[in-house]
């Protein structure tokens, strides 16, 4: 059974920082592309940043540099290293995976800052 669990997420005030992980079971994560998406209340789910099997990555323009997405793969996890976190940030964070026709996605965490 395939798991992608996210964690860190939390209550921040601006210009704080969080680090999200996605912890998978059941799927090896290098070889996905793993997206994080956010959606906040009454909009829709938007690529914040992605990492392919080759390491690549890409940003959604309102959080290049400050941003980061790397993996781990001994540990098998995907992070989200959020700096300088602004108000327009607050939304669920989902981790998702996807290879080909295979599309995994993860319960979400909740990510608030205020102002």
């Known amino acids: 059974q395939v798991q992608l669990v996210e964690s860190g997420g939390g209550l921040v005030q601006a210009g704080e920082s969080l680090r999200l992980s996605c912890a998978a079971s059941g799927i090896t994560l290098r070889v996905f592309t793993i997206g994080w998406y956010r959606q906040a209340p009454g909009k829709q789910r938007d690529l914040v940043a992605a990492?392919?099997?080759?390491?690549?990555?890409n940003y959604a323009d309102s959080v290049k540099g400050r941003f980061i997405i790397s993996r781990d793969i001994v540990k098998n996890t995907v992070y989200l290293q959020m700096n300088n976190l602004e108000p327009e940030d607050t939304a669920v964070y989902y981790c998702?995976?996807?290879?080909?026709?295979?599309?995994?996605w993860g319960q979400g965490t909740q990510v608030t800052v205020s102002s």
């Open positions: 998702n995976a996807k290879m080909l026709l295979l599309n995994y």
């Open positions: 990492i392919n099997s080759g390491g690549n990555t």
